[in-house]
Structure formats: structure tokens, C-alpha cells
């Protein structure tokens, strides 16, 4: 049996089938982002002063994922239009480098943002402790300038050992820039590119920790939404990528072969939920790695 | 079942083929707006308009207009059926009231004492 409305509009919609399909599904889709977005909207705004961190992230790397997967957004649509065009050999062209963006923009994700993340360490002072960790902290400077407190120590943790035996009474850390030079107007804000560690290494007791973990998403609620929203972004490109690459083997020259305007509607459907995950990076990139 | 000529033709349809190639130019005009408006982005957000939340407001801004420029431009919504605004008003309905449960939260309506 055919499958009715895949290329010519059904009558009473006005569009063929799967286009009705997918917007559905998309509908269904802002909701589910929608509520993750809600969820940081309402754990960012609840969150105490100092609990929210900034600066964290890597921007330029952020900012040539984002430039990434604005391009492949650029190159299914370019691919659509060459199969509407009838230029098949085009549209395989457009569609690889589409399928290259999405592969490369997950490659940076996995191999490179997270594990960065998983190998950094942050330990929350107790209210009672932080005068105690002054010199680590500089908030008797960002109180005279009017900005936020600090109430964590960041860096990489030389002691891992201290996080499972109970025995060690100290976190070693080899501090962040931030922490290093609590005082210095660089500090102030995050900037664009991330200060390396430095040499200095602190100290922190046990007892003076209100809470400590690698940057994991255990560590804060910034990072539980995080690695929740980029992650489930991160399988949305994902599932693009496999779609994408199935219209590019045989089966799409076959289909084109047979009927090219189904594979042209195949491709503008796909592509619609491509550009919907650009949309998606397009709040996410600003709302965790810039604000 | 009747199709246009070009449906199951190899060449394609000569008004198709002129409109589409029109729309090319501004499918790579758009992703040049779009990656400016990134770098754009970027740089606001060092810049210090005086409280976060300023900071906030203008990313979001220019993110909406990337947004839109997205939808109206690469999705098609700018000239798409009814049938499509229609999701998409209950779908814009539904999202507003999941934000305001979210703000009611804040509101606190049921005090306590």
C-alpha cells in the first residue's frame, strides 16, 4: 500500500503529510526544552548569592561550536534547495559537510568541553569559614566594588584521594586564576579567554567545606542543567547526524531516482528539526556559557 | 492522484528553479546575519551594562532575533499554511503558561503566616 501525501498537499491541510508530522513533533519538542529552560529559570533565579557560577565554560570554544552549527543550518538548507533544483550531486556535497558540522560539533562536546569539566574540582566554603579563606576569596575587595561574593575555591584537585578517604583531612587544590588573584579587576568578570591554573596551591580543611565535588553534575545546579540540556541537545545532533547520513547513502539516490521531490520533502522535514536544534543552542549557548 | 509537473521529474520546474535560486542568496545572507549576531552576542556579554540582569536582557534580545531570523527564514514560517501557525499558537500558549507556573513560584501565592 502507498503511503498517502508524501509528496503532493492533502486537501485539507494544504501540506503533505510528514511536514504535518514533524511540526507536531516539534511542538511536542518546545515543551520538553521548554520545561528544562523553566527549570533553570527557576534554580538560576532561587540560587544564593555566589551559588551561580560564571566563567566556568570555555567561550571561544562555545562560540565556534555555535558558529558550527549556524554553518550546517546554512548547508541542509542549501542541500534542500539543490534537490529542488535537481542538482543531486550538490545536495550529496551540501548534505556531507552538514553531517561533518554535526560530527564535529559532538566530537568537541564529548572529547574535549566535558572531560575539561570532569577533571576540574570545586569545594563551597562554609558561611562560618569564609573570612578564613579571605586571601583565596577577595570578598572584603568585591564587597567595596559592590559585586556578588565568592563561596568557592576552584581548581585542579591534587589530592584526589581526599574525596574518598575519609582519612585526609584536606583538599589540595591548585587554584583557578580567580581564586589565585581574588583581588585583581581581571577577576572581576569572566573573560573571554580562560586564565590557565595557577601554581598556587590551597589548603582547604575538610571541616570548612560546605560541599565539594568535581565539576560533575552533582557539583551545583549550573552544572546539573548543563549537562542535562546540552546533553540532551547533544542527542537531538546526534539523531540528526544518523538521519542525515541515511539520506546520504544509497538509500537517498535511490529514492531520488525513483521520486526526487520525495527526497527533497524528506530532506526539508529532517532539516526543520535540524534548525530546531540551532534554535535550541542559540538560548543555550548565551543562557550557560556567556551570562 | 494529480501532481505538478516537476514532482516526479528529473528536470526540475522552471518557476521552482528561479524561486529557489532566489531564496539561496538569502539562505547564505541570513547564516552571515546569524553568525555576526553570535560573535555579536559575545561581545555584549563582556560589556557592562551596569546589573546582570541588563546583561541578560540584551543576550536574550539578540537570541530571540537569531531565533526568529532561524523560524521566518530556514523553517519556512515567514510563508507557511495555516494549519502549521495554528500548532504553533497552541504550542506558544501552553510554553507561556509552563514560564508562568515557574513565576508563580517566585509570587508565592500561598503564605503561610
Given at each position: 500500500m502507498e503511503i498517502p501525501y508524501t509528496v503532493s498537499?492533502?486537501?485539507?491541510?494544504?501540506?503533505y503529510n510528514a511536514k504535518v508530522g514533524i511540526w507536531l513533533f516539534l511542538a511536542s519538542e518546545v515543551m520538553l526544552f521548554g520545561g528544562l529552560f523553566s527549570a533553570y529559570v527557576f534554580l538560576r533565579v532561587g540560587?544564593?548569592?555566589?551559588?551561580?557560577?560564571?566563567?566556568?565554560?570555555?567561550v571561544p570554544v562555545g562560540t565556534f561550536n555555535t558558529l558550527i552549527l549556524i554553518g550546517s543550518s546554512v548547508t541542509v538548507v542549501l542541500a534542500w534547495a539543490a534537490l529542488k533544483m535537481r542538482q543531486f550531486m550538490r545536495y550529496k556535497f551540501y548534505m556531507a559537510i552538514t553531517i561533518l558540522c554535526g560530527i564535529l560539533f559532538l566530537t568537541i562536546k564529548l572529547t574535549y568541553e566535558w572531560p575539561a569539566k570532569f577533571h576540574h574540582f570545586g569545594a563551597f566554603i562554609k558561611k562560618d569559614s569564609l573570612a578564613k579563606y579571605e586571601p583565596y576569596l577577595g570578598n572584603n575587595y568585591l564587597a567595596a566594588k559592590g559585586l556578588t561574593q565568592r563561596v568557592e575555591i576552584t581548581g585542579d584537585?591534587?589530592?584526589?584521594d581526599a574525596l574518598k578517604d575519609d582519612?585526609?583531612?584536606?583538599y589540595d587544590i591548585r587554584m583557578d586564576a580567580v581564586n589565585a588573584d581574588p583581588t585583581n579587576p581581571e577577576s572581576d568578570r569572566p573573560t573571554f579567554w580562560q586564565r590557565p591554573v595557577s601554581d598556587k596551591v590551597a589548603m582547604v580543611d575538610k571541616a570548612d567545606v560546605e560541599y565539594a565535588s568535581m565539576f560533575y553534575p552533582r557539583h551545583s545546579a549550573f552544572f546539573s542543567t548543563y549537562f542535562l540540556i546540552t546533553g540532551l541537545h547533544g542527542l537531538h545532533v546526534l539523531g540528526g547526524i544518523i538521519v542525515f547520513t541515511y539520506f546520504w547513502l544509497p538509500v537517498g539516490a535511490n529514492l531520488y531516482k525513483k521520486n526526487p521531490e520525495h527526497l527533497a520533502n524528506r530532506i526539508e522535514v529532517v532539516g526543520l528539526f535540524w534548525h530546531f536544534v540551532d534554535l535550541v543552542w542559540i538560548f543555550v549557548f548565551p543562557l550557560f556559557y556567556l551570562l | 492522484m494529480e501532481h505538478p509537473p516537476s514532482e516526479h521529474s528529473h528536470a526540475p520546474h522552471p518557476d521552482t528553479a528561479h524561486h529557489v535560486d532566489q531564496h539561496v542568496k538569502g539562505y547564505l545572507a541570513v547564516g552571515a546575519v546569524l553568525g555576526l549576531c553570535t560573535l555579536l552576542t559575545v561581545g555584549l556579554s563582556f560589556?557592562?551594562?551596569?546589573t546582570q540582569n541588563a546583561n541578560i536582557i540584551v543576550a536574550m534580545v539578540v537570541a530571540t532575533f537569531k531565533a526568529g531570523l532561524v523560524a521566518a527564514i530556514f523553517m519556512h514560517l515567514k510563508s507557511e499554511k495555516w494549519t502549521i501557525y495554528r500548532f504553533l499558537l497552541i504550542t506558544l500558549v501552553f510554553a507561556i503558561g509552563l514560564f508562568a507556573l515557574t513565576a508563580l513560584a517566585f509570587s508565592n501565592p500561598i503564605r503561610l503566616n
Open positions: 498537499a492533502r486537501p485539507d491541510t494544504g501540506l540560587a544564593l548569592p555566589g551559588y551561580w557560577p560564571h566563567g566556568f565554560l570555555n584537585l591534587e589530592n584526589e582519612s585526609i583531612t584536606e | 560589556v557592562n551594562f551596569g
